[in-house]
């Protein structure tokens, strides 16, 4: 079964810049959609955005929240996707986990149902 691992979580103040990484464990599997949530505390799992495979003819995917400040990239050969978060806020603070969707499921990249695989999340704090 593959998993995912995420890195990069750290504690930084309001205005700063961060990348988290993610890897997932089998670099020769056909990862369809790569991507990341985020959850505050108290707060539902959010989507931040997604990054499909080359092939799909899919453009990358940023959520409304962080359009702009938010950057995805992926690297489809060895199956990793980065998030690059820049000018950051308090309210970006939240567990961000790395998501895949292997299976092929169907459904809209929005839900986490989409997603058969997560990481087991980093956290991300942003300070006043």
């Known amino acids: 079964q593959v998993q995912l691992v995420e890195s990069g979580g750290d504690w930084v103040q309001t205005g700063d810049s961060l990348r988290l990484s993610c890897e997932a464990s089998?670099?020769?599997?056909?990862?369809?959609?790569m991507g990341w949530f985020r959850q505050a505390p108290g707060k539902e799992r959010e989507f931040v955005a997604a990054?499909?495979?080359?092939?799909?003819?899919?453009?990358?995917i940023v959520g409304d929240s962080v359009k702009g400040r938010f950057r995805i990239s992926r690297d489809n050969a060895e199956n990793k996707v980065y998030l690059e978060m820049n000018s950051l806020k308090p309210e970006d603070t939240a567990v961000y986990y790395c998501?895949?969707?292997?299976?092929?499921?169907?459904?809209?990249?929005?839900?986490?149902?989409?997603?058969?695989?997560w990481g087991q999340g980093t956290q991300v704090t942003v300070s006043s």
């Open positions: 998501v895949a969707n292997i299976q092929m499921r169907s459904g809209t990249y929005l839900s986490t149902d989409f997603y058969d695989t």
């Open positions: 089998e670099r020769t599997v056909k990862i369809y959609i």
């Open positions: 990054a499909p495979i080359s092939w799909s003819g899919v453009s990358l």
